[in-house]
């Protein structure tokens, strides 16, 4: 004899339709749990509550209750859930919990071979959706970024983090004097011949820190040298953005470090350089067409 647990709803919109009472649902599922011989542990009821969230009193108590049953019984999936991925996440837990699920009038039932292939098409269907809005997101974040250079909306950063040197303000990219002193010093140094050793040495002695207050290392220091924000750039993915805050260094210099910086890598396969462009009016270019190997 299996231990059921009822649950049935209705929200607002359910009250006038026939059939979908709580009283009506409720008979339903003790008739069907007399025929096959289960034992009725106890009935959910979550009156007045949408079916597109799980922020209802009975269904958090009903899974709180997890180890006084071993199935769900519904009258018809909606009953538990409108929303597919809330009912993939409670089929989840229910199997991790070695519990089943019962819909009467869709003859779903998880403890069966088909119950089980039913759940597996429903959590591909959901897998599929879950991707399918991912890639749209990232194409619409593209198309945005393509735009920015032409878009006179002030949120021009598209959550764009800022790095030593830069704030954000209004949601545009703005200097930090103080800052990009240092920044200009790292650049000017390096450029000048100076090692990456010996440019931490002597920031690190002057207790100069990064934002975070750590000391410089050839780690964050070679973040800084290779970052095109520093040229008038931010990027995003493939596409560089200019932007409207002061550069620390000139394109023409910047390229040229990016080809000192390649020269001292060991594995010729991995010499790749990215440019900025040094001309004007330049609109969503890619980056990949900056790119060479050296």
């Keep these: 004899m299996s231990r059921i647990a009822i649950y049935i709803r209705v929200s607002t919109e359910d009250q006038a339709r026939e059939g979908f009472s709580l009283k009506a649902q409720e008979e339903a599922l003790r008739g069907y749990c007399d025929i096959y011989g289960h034992e009725i542990v106890n009935v959910y009821s979550d009156e007045g509550y949408s079916g597109r969230n799980t922020k209802r009193p009975a269904y958090q108590q009903m899974m709180a209750d997890i180890d006084s049953w071993d199935f ?14 809330n009912f993939i996440e409670m089929m989840e837990f229910l199997e991790k919990h070695h519990k089943n699920f019962i819909s009467q009038q869709e003859t779903l039932d998880t403890d069966t071979a088909m119950g089980r292939f039913v759940m597996q098409m429903l959590q591909g269907i959901a897998q599929l959706e879950s991707e399918q809005n991912g890639e749209r997101t990232k194409d ?10 032409t878009n006179d909306d002030e949120k021009r950063t598209m959550g764009f983090t800022p790095p030593f040197g830069y704030r954000i303000s209004d949601g545009k990219l703005v200097d930090d004097p103080e800052e990009q002193a240092v920044v200009y010093e790292i650049f000017d140094s390096y450029y000048s011949g100076e090692t990456m050793d010996s440019i931490c040495y002597h920031l690190n002695s002057r207790h ?44 023409e210099r910047f390229n040229s470090i990016q080809e000192k910086m390649a020269s001292k890598v060991r594995d010729p396969a991995k010499r790749k350089v990215e440019y900025v462009p040094v001309y004007d009016d330049v609109e969503g270019i890619s980056k990949t067409d900056l790119e060479i190997d050296i």
């Excluded at 769900?72 to 991925?85: G, P, Q, S």
């Excluded at 410089?216 to 200019?242: C, Q, S, T």
């Design 140 to 149: 619409g974040m593209k198309r945005k970024a393509e735009t920015l250079e």
């Design 72 to 85: 769900i019984l519904v009258l018809k999936m909606d009953r538990i859930h409108r929303n597919t991925r």
């Design 208 to 251: 100069v820190t990064t934002r975070k207050g750590n000391p410089w290392n050839k780690f964050n220091l070679r973040n800084i040298l290779h970052n095109p924000v520093y040229a008038g750039f931010m990027h995003w993915e493939d596409i560089l953005i200019k932007h409207d805050a002061t550069p620390v260094v000139t394109p």
